[in-house]
């Protein structure tokens, strides 16, 4: 069974644009959720969607947005980039249950210049 | 709110030495306990859970007892190889979510 799939690895944007990046669930898996991890603040939850309802947000600005399609994959957006964002973001798959356990992805790693 | 507390790091060891990372956690109701560990450049990988009080979690010789009467989630390893160089993080789930202590960074060297 493939794991989580994330792109791209590796990206590189200039302050002020926009990003995408995209994330294929597991198999079967209906819940994706994001994370960031920068060296400063750690592991930061962003947002969990389930079948294609946002069902949790973390402390982040409107600039971070997400959505889930309807055949589960997922794409998260930051709008008007600050140096600050630049990251690695974490895509997580789960079956959505309460208690079932959150697979990773390789990740996304963002640098913002 | 929640949150989990780790030792800091780095934890160095010899290969073949015992290995501890502590980790506590302060949480409302009875949430799931987990370590993942990241390697260089990778994300990351979940190593063991446990899901309620006395649960132990275990894997690849890494073992960790969920202990509510003292909040905490420990992982243990009765003798550390090279390959086990990595960062450790501790976390807690509630409903999908998942909060992190900021890892502990283990080197072992030969």
């Known amino acids: 069974k493939a794991g989580v799939t994330q792109t791209p690895r590796y990206l590189i944007k200039t302050r002020g644009q926009q990003v995408t990046l995209s994330c294929s669930p597991i198999?079967?898996?209906?819940?994706v959720s994001w994370y960031q991890q920068t060296p400063g603040q750690g592991l930061q939850f962003l947002f969990e969607?389930?079948?294609?309802?946002?069902?949790n947000k973390g402390n982040f600005p409107g600039r971070f947005s997400g959505r889930q399609f309807s055949n589960s994959r997922s794409e998260m957006n930051v709008s008007t980039l600050e140096l600050g964002d630049s990251a690695l973001y974490l895509c997580?798959?789960?079956?959505?249950?309460?208690?079932?356990?959150?697979?990773f992805g390789e990740g996304s790693w963002l640098t913002v210049v | 709110g929640d949150s989990v507390t780790q030792m800091e790091g780095p934890v160095t060891l010899s290969e073949e030495a015992f290995l501890t990372i502590n980790c506590t956690y302060t949480?409302?109701?009875?949430?799931?306990l987990f370590w993942y560990v990241q390697y260089p450049g990778e994300g990351l990988q979940l190593l063991l859970k446990?899901?309620?009080?006395?649960d132990k979690g275990s894997n690849k010789g890494f073992e960790a007892t969920y202990r509510k009467e003292t909040t905490s989630f420990h992982l243990e390893k009765g003798s550390v190889q090279v390959s086990d160089s990595a960062v450790y993080f501790c976390?807690?789930?509630?409903?999908?979510?998942?909060?992190f202590g900021t890892g502990t960074r283990l080197l072992v060297s030969p």
């Open positions: 198999s079967g898996h209906r819940s």
């Open positions: 997580a798959s789960s079956e959505g249950g309460s208690g079932n356990t959150i697979y």
């Open positions: 446990a899901t309620k009080a006395d």
């Open positions: 976390a807690l789930g509630g409903f999908q979510k998942l909060v």
């Open positions: 949480a409302t109701g009875y949430p799931s």
């Open positions: 969607y389930f079948s294609e309802t946002q069902r």
